[in-house]
T-cell receptor, first 114, second 111 residues
């Protein structure tokens, strides 16, 4: 199974709402990632979890809060977002470590902040 | 960190024509990966290259890693409408944690 699943597919939220994005993989990968992608731009790394521990936080505002409950699951908790946070949020997984392992991406959650 | 550039930014071709996109780095890369993202879709891994001068083929796609490991190319022979999308090169940094994506080349194929 080489699939990464993400829910929901679409999300519209107001600036005062709290919501969560979910990601799941069953490939045994021990590195999981959150990316933000704006239209016509490359994916922009937000967070990296390696062996369920946060290893990279690319200066992301605190209104984004990641969580890795176990090796298969990754959540992104959203609170008090701004309209400029509207984007496609992609989850990915790979093997951790220095080797050139590829990433497998989920279909993404298209987020609109009103 | 290291940045990679891609050229061209956009390419419009007639179906059946060839297409090439280039990925360039100012520093030596330990690896290069290529991803394709269809319109409305998500990035899908195509290939990875790790050796100097490496060439890999997948049907009509040919991938190359430069001798100095500072550049890479993706060549598509006889494009089809199914080739439409954005092609990203990416590399994994030396710490193994971070993937860095190039800005991408958007390919459109006119039938």
């Amino acid at each position: 199974d080489t699939e990464v699943t993400q829910t929901p597919k679409h999300l519209v939220m107001g600036m005062t709402n709290k919501k969560s994005l979910k990601c799941e993989q069953h490939m045994g990968h021990r590195a999981m990632y959150w990316y933000k992608q704006k239209a016509k731009k490359p994916p922009e790394l937000m967070f990296v979890y390696s062996y369920e521990k946060l290893s990279i936080n690319e200066s992301v505002p605190s209104r984004f809060s990641p969580e890795c409950p176990n090796s298969s699951l990754l959540n992104l908790h959203l609170h008090a977002l701004q309209p400029e946070d509207s984007a496609l949020y992609l989850c990915a997984s790979s093997q951790p470590g220095i080797g050139a392992y590829e990433q497998y991406f989920g279909p993404g959650t298209r987020l609109t902040v009103t | 960190g290291q940045q990679v550039m891609q050229i061209p930014q956009y390419q419009h071709v007639q179906e059946g024509e060839d297409f090439t996109t280039y990925c360039n780095s100012s520093t030596t890369l330990s690896n290069i990966q290529w991803y394709k993202q269809r319109p409305g879709g998500h990035p899908v891994f195509l290939i990875q290259l790790v050796k100097s001068g490496e060439v890999k083929k997948q049907k009509r796609l040919t991938f190359q890693f430069g001798e100095a490991k500072k550049n890479s190319s993706l060549h598509i022979t006889a494009t089809q409408t199914t080739d439409v999308g954005t092609y990203f090169c990416a590399y994994r940094d030396n710490y193994g944690q971070n993937f860095v994506f190039g800005p991408g080349t958007r390919l459109s194929v006119l039938p």
